[in-house]
């Protein structure tokens, strides 16, 4: 999603968010992301103004006292941002790809079945289709990717080939460059 992207060229506007906007985003996080619900006011604080940052090709960016925190696609659900992922890593069910896959994932390739099956990978919750999950690596302590379920987990021990896993934010992405710069 991110290959070309960058903020210099590809922002088309930004605005402070009305108050009851504002509540409604914390609100849809809160269903979103259940176990953030304890530090959702550190990340949000009620009297800090949430920033809309708009995009070409429909992303939007929410941003917090200069932070970027979630992003958008289209009217799909908030997805957080790699650099608050590793803030607070239990806030996404986590997949783990094999020793075979990292490179491919860092390079923005989606996750195949067979990498999410085989030895040294895990699936340790039963998630369904469409659900975002936090991309773990064999032996690495940091997600290394964001990535949004084609199949659900059953599926893909059951069907063990395609894609699994869309890529959907990694590590060395433009995004990720532009925000840990920010």
Request: charge should be positive.
């Amino acid at each position: 999603m991110f290959k070309k992207f960058s903020f210099s060229e590809n922002i088309a506007g930004q605005s402070q968010l009305k108050s009851s906007v504002q509540r409604n985003i914390r609100t849809k996080l809160n269903e979103l992301y259940p176990k953030i619900e304890t530090v959702l006011e550190e990340l949000i604080p009620k009297k800090t103004p949430i920033i809309q940052i708009k995009g070409h090709e429909h992303i939007t960016f929410l941003s917090v006292n200069g932070e970027i925190l979630f992003f958008q696609h289209f009217d799909g659900p908030f997805l957080p941002t790699l650099a608050l992922l590793h803030k607070y890593p239990d806030m996404l069910p986590k997949l783990q790809v094999d020793r075979g896959a990292i490179k491919f994932v860092l390079s923005g390739a989606n996750i195949m079945c067979p990498g999410l099956t085989s030895k040294g990978a895990r699936m340790d919750e039963d998630l369904p289709a469409g659900a975002v999950a936090a991309i773990m690596a064999e032996g690495k302590e940091n997600a290394l990717a964001i990535g949004l379920l084609k199949m659900s987990t059953q599926d893909i021990k059951l069907v063990n080939k395609g894609i699994g896993v869309d890529n959907i934010h990694y590590l060395t992405d433009p995004l990720w460059r532009e925000v840990i710069h920010m």
